[in-house]
T-cell receptor, first 114, second 116 residues
Framework: TQLLEQSPQFLSIQEGENLTVYCNSS?????LQWYRQEPGEGPVLLVT?????EVKKLKRLTFQFGDARKDSSLHITAAQPGDTGLYLC??????????????FGKGTLLTVNP | DSGVTQTPKHLITATGQRVTLRCSPR?????VYWYQQSLDQGLQFLIQ???????AKGNILERFSAQQFPDLHSELNLSSLELGDSALYFC???????????????FGPGTRLLVL
């Protein structure tokens, strides 16, 4: 069974601070996705990383896939209250096909205080 | 708005009862996935259907079943409900028409189930 461990579980910071959230596994994934979920809503895909060592930027968010494709990190610069939410990482096994099971971490609940 | 719709949004029922959750995927998506989200277990994959056929099973209890209909909407049936079944149930869809990103899953807003 593939497991994804996210840390920290909870994070409360002040507006303007930087933060990093980690997603680790002993398994190799073909790709890894990051989602953000707000209360009462479903997860929304932020980014997919596919290549080991890949770095993707989405405005103030920087996502990195580990060289061995077992871990990933999400770095937020100058956090804003609008960044508040549950951040989930999800790993995908294999590639292609119609069978595409995602394994999710339990998430990091981020609160950015104004 | 992801384009995935789920009904009902909230459901309150009693132990031992049976409920049906409904999901309509994004237009053109052939795959539907069901997930259960609870505070202690996080988001757990239950089952996947592709174009009407079951394709993958996760941590789905025998009391739970699902199906995907010819119009591609899906239903998740939960029976003999227990207190521990209280959770958020999400449906997601993927597999866009040719040329799209077939791996991205788009999640619906979820159904919050409370078993009393």
């Amino acid at each position: 069974t593939q497991l994804l461990e996210q840390s920290p579980q909870f994070l409360s910071i002040q507006e303007g601070e930087n933060l990093t959230v980690y997603c680790n596994s002993s398994s190799v994934f073909s790709s890894l996705q990051w989602y953000r979920q707000e209360p009462g809503e479903g997860p929304v895909l932020l980014v997919t990383v596919v290549t080991g060592g890949e770095v993707k930027k989405l405005k103030r968010l920087t996502f990195q896939f580990g060289d061995a494709r077992k871990d990933s990190s999400l770095h937020i610069t100058a956090a804003q209250p609008g960044d508040t939410g549950l951040y989930l990482c999800a790993g995908a096994p294999g590639s292609g096909g119609s069978n595409y099971k995602l394994t999710f971490g339990k998430g990091t609940l981020l609160t950015v205080n104004p | 708005d992801s384009g995935v719709t789920q009904t009902p949004k909230h459901l309150i029922t009693a132990t031992g009862q049976r409920v049906t959750l409904r999901c309509s995927p994004r237009s053109g998506d052939l795959s539907v996935y069901w997930y259960q989200q609870s505070l202690d277990q996080g988001l757990q994959f239950l089952i996947q259907y592709y174009n009407g056929e079951e394709r993958a099973k996760g941590n789905i209890l025998e009391r739970f079943s699902a199906q995907q209909f010819p119009d591609l909407h899906s239903e998740l049936n939960l029976s003999s409900l227990e207190l521990g079944d209280s959770a958020l149930y999400f449906c997601a869809s993927s597999v866009a028409p040719a040329g799209g990103d077939t791996k991205t899953q788009y999640f619906g807003p979820g159904t919050r189930l409370l078993v009393l």
